[in-house]
């Protein structure tokens, strides 16, 4: 099964959803998280699924949108959408795939034949505004994500296209970002004398 891959064009798709048609076209221009789901009706899903929701608004904020996915049929998503709008108190306001016949979850290699055979793993895709996938993140059936993770990551990525750095570890908006390393050697030794916070030639910070 062929894997996507990062900093190159996201596999396509158009599939149904609890929100209508939803094509990957239809997202040019804005950011993307898909992210997939092993089932409806299961408790680290509706966790994730809330977590998703409460932070919606700072996801769109970013220009970055939502779509979910699970091989469960459409009226199952719509079930489960009204449950936890019952029983949580909580709307969730981005669209589900429905993928039963699990197109889009091969595509994606959401399937893990050691996890489940008939099961999407808890996949997560950062998609830029191009069209782009620019981050992956798998998790087991057994424990949920941490959703302010993606939305930290999300940050991490824009900050990096707009400024042309890296960011460190558990960066924040408004913490110091790694400045590219030089790459000859008249320019590592330039590096220490150009203002920024160095640790060494290779290691700098600054303030954006």
């Known amino acids: ?30 950011w993307l998280i898909l992210f997939s789901h092993p089932a409806d009706f299961t408790p680290v899903c509706t966790t994730e699924f809330i977590a998703f929701a409460k932070h919606y608004e700072e996801f769109k904020a970013l220009n970055c949108e939502l779509i979910g996915l699970s091989i469960d049929s459409n009226y199952a998503h719509l079930a489960w959408v009204q449950n936890i709008q019952a029983k949580f108190g909580v709307s ?13 979850a091969h595509a994606y290699g959401m399937i893990q034949p050691g996890a489940s055979d008939t099961s999407a793993v ?18 087991p059936m057994t424990n949920g994500r941490s959703i302010p ?14 400024n042309g750095v890296a960011t460190p570890e558990g960066w924040q908006p408004g913490e110091a970002v790694i400045v ?24 700098c910070k600054k303030q954006l």
Request: glycine residues 4%; negative net charge; aromatic residues 12%.
């Open 1 to 30: 099964m062929a894997m996507p891959r990062l900093n190159e064009p996201a596999p396509a798709f158009e599939a149904n959803t609890t929100h209508g048609v939803k094509k990957l076209s239809d997202y040019e221009g804005k």
């Open 92 to 104: 969730i306001p981005f669209p589900i795939i429905e993928d039963l016949s699990m197109k889009v």
């Open 122 to 139: 808890r996949a997560t895709f950062i998609i830029d505004d191009k069209g782009i996938l620019r981050a992956m993140v798998y998790y």
């Open 149 to 162: 993770e993606f939305l930290r990551l999300v940050k991490a990525l824009q900050t990096s296209d707009r």
């Open 180 to 203: 590219p390393p030089p790459k000859t050697v008249e320019a590592a030794t330039a590096r220490l004398s150009e203002g920024y916070d160095c640790v060494d030639w290779y290691f």
